[in-house]
């Protein structure tokens, strides 16, 4: 295992290589025959799946119902809004044959599914009483990207989109902040990621958004990641594909739309906020493996030990996720080092000794302090020191997050931290500025912050008087 884990660079030196050795040694995915797409595997398939069910409870909850649209969206389709189109051109992959035969109209691989959603939507709605129609689906998309990283951004992604009708501006805008309490809720509560909430400045916003409101998360190496974003489309998309409704005083108006949407990149974000030197830190809430056990013994005291071990798990398996690592061809010290690199939260060492006292070992993946327990105490004390394991990533990336966040008087005061962590600054609105930071800098505009004020009278980028306070940061 020491090979192993020599060969996980060291997050210091190269943050990139870090990252795409931790996910091929745990086992997250492996490369596809063709370029830019990637397999997940059941390792990071079932932290999806956790993902999944946290957030479809609480669309569901709100009210929201899962259906599923067309992959192929027809290219008139996809033209009805302009500027939605122009966001999307660039990335969108096209199907011109079917068969042998060149197809008559290019089909587009759903890069999102606002037009084909509101091509539907406008069959659908034809009074008051058919709003709100709230509907969220779980789906793949393409996007043909030019330089890929697992989770992070691949040519076909997984994700979920919601897509929402409303009778007025106020319930649509409602229902986008509604939306993303419950990624933040997840978000912070599941996977012990701290975010800033915000809404993106015009240049960053969503192709076709009136509003676009946004998470940001600071990653490991002082970088930004957008990890959920929830759109207030205002009527555009309503007109464009004629989505109106007879109201209640007769008259008939065009429906206030939303989409809102989180993806796989979320795996990512997990691994660059909470991953360290020997590999993944998992919160236990979305861990595949809560809980592993290493049984320690040679001879006839293993076959004792191992029994015991089957017994303890088969009793745990009731309130935990739970493996026994029962391998005989390794060594005790070299499971330890497996298991930490996947970031198993928990891991319980027994042996002939701790049978004999009836307790156990239990070592923490996030402190890597270890404990004994009483055994009859398992079953109060794994559940707490799950949630202590919880609390203590986020608190550490919390913690994080407040050391590298700077407040600027002036956008060159970025160069002293390396144009790494969140910079707050007050930007004067002028979408030059951002342009010009950007170009000479790296630096984008991530959001402006909700309901946080200018604390100073002038823009950082151009000494103009100030509009916005503004998040900055260089961003995946």
């Keep these: 295992m020491e090979k192993v884990l020599k060969d996980i660079t060291p997050k210091s030196s190269d943050f990139s290589q870090w990252y795409v050795d931790v996910i091929r040694k745990t086992d997250m995915v492996d490369y596809a025959p063709m370029k830019g797409f990637m397999v997940m595997k059941p390792y990071s398939y079932r932290i999806w799946e956790f993902i999944q069910e946290a957030m479809d409870r609480r669309f569901k909850e709100t009210g929201h119902e899962n259906a ?33 035969e060149v197809l008559p109209e290019r089909l587009a691989v759903r890069p999102t599914s606002e037009t084909i959603i509101g091509a539907m939507y406008s069959q659908w709605i034809h ?42 501006a106020e319930e649509a ?24 909430q915000g809404v993106k400045s015009a240049g960053e916003r ?36 004629d989505i109106r409704f007879l109201d209640e005083d007769g008259v008939l108006k065009y429906g206030w739309t939303t989409s809102w949407g989180s993806s796989t990149r979320m795996i990512g974000a997990l691994i660059m906020v909470h991953g360290d030197d020997k590999g993944l830190r998992l919160p236990p809430l979305v861990a595949p493996i809560q809980v592993v056990v290493v049984p320690i013994g040679r001879g006839e005291e293993r076959n004792r030990v191992l029994a015991h071990a089957r017994a303890l798990v088969a009793r745990l398996r009731e309130i935990v996720r739970i493996k026994l690592d029962d391998r005989d061809e390794f060594t005790p010290g070299y499971k330890f ?45 794994i559940p707490e020191l799950l949630k202590d394991v919880q609390d203590e990533l986020f608190r550490q990336a ?13 956008y060159q005061e970025m160069d ?29 505009i991530r959001c402006l912050p909700l309901e ?25």
């Excluded at 002293?416 to 910079?423: E, Q, T």
């Excluded at 030059?432 to 950007?438: F, G, I, P, S, V």
């Design 173 to 196: 805008i409602q229902e986008t902040r509604q939306q993303l309490e419950i990624y933040r809720t997840v978000i912070e509560n599941y996977l012990a990621i701290p975010v800033v």
């Design 452 to 476: 946080e004020s200018p604390v100073t009278d002038h823009c950082v980028v151009c000494d103009e008087p100030s509009q916005y306070r503004a998040l900055f940061a260089r961003a995946y």
């Design 337 to 381: 080092n497996d298991w930490e690199m996947r970031g198993v939260p928990l891991r319980i060492e027994i042996g002939p000794k701790d049978i004999a006292k009836n307790e156990i070992t239990l070592a923490r993946r996030d402190t890597g302090t270890k404990i004994s327990v009483a055994e009859d105490q398992l079953m109060t004390r």
């Design 206 to 241: 969503f192709a076709g958004a009136v509003d676009t409101y946004t998470l940001e998360a600071l990653m490991g190496d002082g970088r930004a990641l957008q990890a959920a974003t929830s759109h207030f489309l205002g009527q555009h998309f309503s007109q464009a594909f």
């Design 127 to 168: 009074s008051y009483r058919d709003l709100p129609l709230l509907i969220n689906q779980w789906a793949n998309v393409i996007r043909w990207e030019k330089a890929t990283r697992p989770f992070l951004r691949t040519t076909e992604f997984l994700w979920q989109e919601g897509h929402t009708v409303h009778r007025t």
């Design 68 to 100: 599923y649209f067309p992959l192929l969206i027809p290219e008139h389709l996809l033209a009805k809004e302009a500027e939605h189109i122009e966001g999307f051109s660039a990335e969108v992959a096209w199907v011109t044959m079917g068969g042998s």
């Design 398 to 410: 919390h913690e994080f997050q407040q050391a590298h966040s700077y407040a600027i008087d002036n």
């Design 416 to 444: 002293h931290y390396g144009y790494r962590g969140f910079f707050r600054g007050d930007w004067c609105g002028s979408e030059d500025c951002a342009t010009r930071l950007k170009t000479e800098t790296g630096i984008t």
